[in-house]
C-alpha cells in the first residue's frame, strides 16, 4: 500500500504545513526586490502544491515516522477523545462532533457551489449572441473540449469559465477590433493553461477548509497570480506598443466592471486597485531579465518543506503508568519504527524484533497475530 492512512493529525499537520507555506510565499511574492526577479509561474506552481499538500494529508508506508507531540499534544488528545454522550451504546468524542460539524458544513458548501456552477455556466452556454473567432478556439478545441465565444449583454467584463465546455463571455461594448483581439487572448489563454480547473480546485478547498482563514486568505492572492501569468504569456514576445494597448484595455475593462469577486469564473479586469497596480507594475518589468538563482532557491526550498511535512506525523505519546503495569516487575521497552521492525517467519506467522541499537543485538519481544498487524504498522512499525 502506497500510504498507511488519513488521520486526524495527518489532516491537522497538512492544514498548519500549508497555511505556514502559503503566507510564506504571499510575504516572498510581496517583496518588491523579489517581484521583478521572479517568474509568477513559479509562484503558482507553488501555490498548487500546496493545495494538494491539503487534498492529499496521507501518511505514506515507510516513510512518515510518527513523532512525539509532548506533553501539549497529550492533553490536546485528552481533550479531544473525551466522551460526550453514547449513540446505540458506541461512544461519541468532541474529535466526532468536530468531524462531523466539519463534513456537514463541507458538504453543504460544496452541493451548493456545484448547483450554482451549473446554473451560470447554463445560463451563459443558451444566452446572448454567439461570435465567430475560430482563431482563438480551435487551439482549445478537440473531441472532448468545445468552445464558445459569446456576447452577453447582463455581465459587466470580460471572463471565461468551463472546463469541458467552455466559454469566452464578453459584455455587450463596442469594442474596437483591436480590444477584441486583446481580450480574447488573454481568455483563451487562460482556457488554453487550464486556469480555470485550479480555480475550481482553489474553490474546493475553500470550501472543505471553510474554518481555515489561512485558506480563505490566500485565495484572492492565488487568483492574482492567475492573472499575472496569464498577462506574461500573452505578452511574451510583444512589442512596447502591443503592451501599452494591452494596459489601457485592462484599465478601461477595471473602470466598467462593479468589483464583484466573479468566484466561478476568471474575469479580465478582476482585483482591487492594489492587485490592478500590481499587474500594471508586472507587465510594465516584463522584459526585466528574471534570477533563474531566485527562482531555483525559493522553489526548492519551498518544496523541501513539503517532502519534509510527509516525513512526520506528531502525535500524543503516552509513558506506561503502574496502573498499565499491573503486578509486572520485568523490564519496559519503548517500541517505535527506528528500534523496532514486524518480520514474516517461514510458517506464516510474525514476530516482534527489537534492536537495542542499530549494531546492537535483536531480541524477539513476542509474536504478533495478523489480525494484530495494524496495531503495529499505523505507528510506524514496518513489515520487513
Same mark, same amino acid.
Not at 482563431?135 to 459569446?150: A, D, G, L, Q
Not at 514486524?342 to 514476530?351: E, F, M, P, Q, V
Given at each position: 500500500?502506497?500510504?498507511?492512512?488519513?488521520?486526524?493529525?495527518?489532516?491537522?499537520?497538512?492544514?498548519?504545513?500549508?497555511?505556514?507555506?502559503?503566507?510564506?510565499?504571499?510575504?516572498?511574492?510581496?517583496?518588491?526586490?523579489?517581484?521583478?526577479?521572479?517568474?509568477?509561474?513559479?509562484?503558482?506552481?507553488?501555490?498548487?502544491?500546496?493545495?494538494?499538500?491539503?487534498?492529499?494529508?496521507?501518511?505514506?508506508?515507510?516513510?512518515?515516522?510518527?513523532?512525539?507531540?509532548?506533553?501539549?499534544?497529550?492533553?490536546?488528545?485528552?481533550?479531544?477523545?473525551?466522551?460526550?454522550?453514547?449513540?446505540?451504546?458506541?461512544?461519541?468524542?468532541?474529535?466526532?462532533?468536530?468531524?462531523?460539524?466539519?463534513?456537514?458544513?463541507?458538504?453543504?458548501?460544496?452541493?451548493?457551489?456545484?448547483?450554482?456552477?451549473?446554473?451560470?455556466?447554463?445560463?451563459?452556454?443558451?444566452?446572448?449572441?454567439?461570435?465567430?473567432?475560430?482563431?482563438?478556439?480551435?487551439?482549445?478545441?478537440?473531441?472532448?473540449?468545445?468552445?464558445?465565444?459569446?456576447?452577453?449583454?447582463?455581465?459587466?467584463?470580460?471572463?471565461?469559465?468551463?472546463?469541458?465546455?467552455?466559454?469566452?463571455?464578453?459584455?455587450?461594448?463596442?469594442?474596437?477590433?483591436?480590444?477584441?483581439?486583446?481580450?480574447?487572448?488573454?481568455?483563451?489563454?487562460?482556457?488554453?493553461?487550464?486556469?480555470?480547473?485550479?480555480?475550481?480546485?482553489?474553490?474546493?478547498?475553500?470550501?472543505?477548509?471553510?474554518?481555515?482563514?489561512?485558506?480563505?486568505?490566500?485565495?484572492?492572492?492565488?487568483?492574482?497570480?492567475?492573472?499575472?501569468?496569464?498577462?506574461?504569456?500573452?505578452?511574451?514576445?510583444?512589442?512596447?506598443?502591443?503592451?501599452?494597448?494591452?494596459?489601457?484595455?485592462?484599465? @478601461? #475593462?477595471?473602470?466598467?466592471?462593479?468589483?464583484? !469577486?466573479? /468566484? $466561478?469564473?476568471?474575469?479580465?479586469?478582476? %482585483?482591487?486597485?492594489? &492587485?490592478?497596480?500590481?499587474?500594471?507594475?508586472?507587465?510594465?518589468?516584463?522584459?526585466?531579465?528574471?534570477?533563474?538563482?531566485?527562482?531555483?532557491?525559493?522553489?526548492?526550498?519551498?518544496?523541501?518543506?513539503?517532502?519534509?511535512?510527509?516525513?512526520?506525523?506528531?502525535?500524543?505519546?503516552?509513558?506506561?503508568?503502574?496502573?498499565?503495569?499491573?503486578?509486572?516487575?520485568?523490564?519496559?521497552?519503548?517500541?517505535?519504527?527506528?528500534?523496532?521492525?514486524?518480520?514474516?517467519?517461514?510458517?506464516?506467522?510474525?514476530?516482534?524484533?527489537?534492536?537495542?541499537?542499530?549494531?546492537? @543485538? #535483536?531480541?524477539?519481544?513476542?509474536?504478533?497475530? !495478523?489480525? /494484530? $498487524?495494524?496495531?503495529?504498522?499505523?505507528? %510506524?512499525?514496518?513489515? &520487513?
Amino acid at each position: 500500500m502506497l500510504f498507511n492512512c488519513i488521520s486526524v493529525n495527518s489532516i491537522m499537520q497538512a492544514s498548519v504545513t500549508s497555511s505556514i507555506m502559503m503566507i510564506l510565499i504571499y510575504k516572498i511574492r510581496k517583496e518588491d526586490k523579489l517581484f521583478d526577479k521572479v517568474n509568477p509561474k513559479v509562484f503558482l506552481i507553488i501555490y498548487s502544491l500546496c493545495l494538494l499538500r491539503m487534498l492529499f494529508p496521507v501518511e505514506f508506508e515507510g516513510y512518515t515516522r510518527p513523532i512525539s507531540g509532548g506533553p501539549v499534544w497529550n492533553y490536546v488528545n485528552d481533550f479531544l477523545s473525551a466522551e460526550v454522550c453514547k449513540i446505540s451504546g458506541y461512544p461519541v468524542t468532541i474529535i466526532h462532533l468536530i468531524i462531523a460539524i466539519w463534513f456537514a458544513v463541507a458538504a453543504v458548501k460544496l452541493v451548493q457551489y456545484i448547483k450554482k456552477y451549473r446554473r451560470i455556466h447554463n445560463i451563459f452556454w443558451y444566452s446572448g449572441e454567439e461570435i465567430e473567432a475560430d482563431e482563438f478556439t480551435e487551439v482549445t478545441n478537440n473531441r472532448f473540449i468545445s468552445t464558445k465565444i459569446k456576447r452577453i449583454n447582463f455581465i459587466d467584463a470580460p471572463c471565461c469559465m468551463g472546463i469541458f465546455k467552455r466559454i469566452i463571455a464578453i459584455p455587450n461594448e463596442n469594442y474596437t477590433s483591436r480590444e477584441l483581439e486583446i481580450i480574447l487572448k488573454h481568455e483563451n489563454e487562460h482556457l488554453r493553461n487550464n486556469d480555470v480547473l485550479i480555480k475550481h480546485l482553489i474553490n474546493i478547498i475553500c470550501k472543505i477548509y471553510w474554518w481555515n482563514p489561512v485558506v480563505l486568505f490566500v485565495k484572492k492572492n492565488i487568483n492574482q497570480s492567475l492573472e499575472l501569468n496569464c498577462d506574461m504569456r500573452v505578452l511574451e514576445n510583444n512589442t512596447q506598443e502591443y503592451r501599452i494597448e494591452y494596459l489601457e484595455t485592462i484599465l @478601461q #475593462e477595471y473602470k466598467r466592471h462593479n468589483e464583484i !469577486e466573479h /468566484e $466561478l469564473m476568471l474575469a479580465l479586469a478582476d %482585483g482591487n486597485p492594489e &492587485e490592478l497596480y500590481e499587474r500594471f507594475k508586472a507587465i510594465s518589468s516584463a522584459k526585466r531579465k528574471k534570477s533563474i538563482i531566485n527562482q531555483f532557491v525559493i522553489s526548492f526550498c519551498l518544496l523541501a518543506i513539503v517532502m519534509i511535512s510527509y516525513s512526520f506525523i506528531i502525535q500524543a505519546n503516552y509513558e506506561p503508568t503502574e496502573a498499565n503495569l499491573g503486578d509486572y516487575e520485568g523490564e519496559v521497552l519503548s517500541i517505535d519504527g527506528f528500534n523496532s521492525y514486524l518480520r514474516k517467519n517461514d510458517d506464516g506467522t510474525y514476530s516482534l524484533i527489537y534492536k537495542e541499537s542499530i549494531l546492537g @543485538q #535483536e531480541q524477539v519481544i513476542l509474536d504478533v497475530a !495478523e489480525e /494484530e $498487524l495494524s496495531y503495529y504498522t499505523d505507528t %510506524g512499525i514496518k513489515i &520487513e
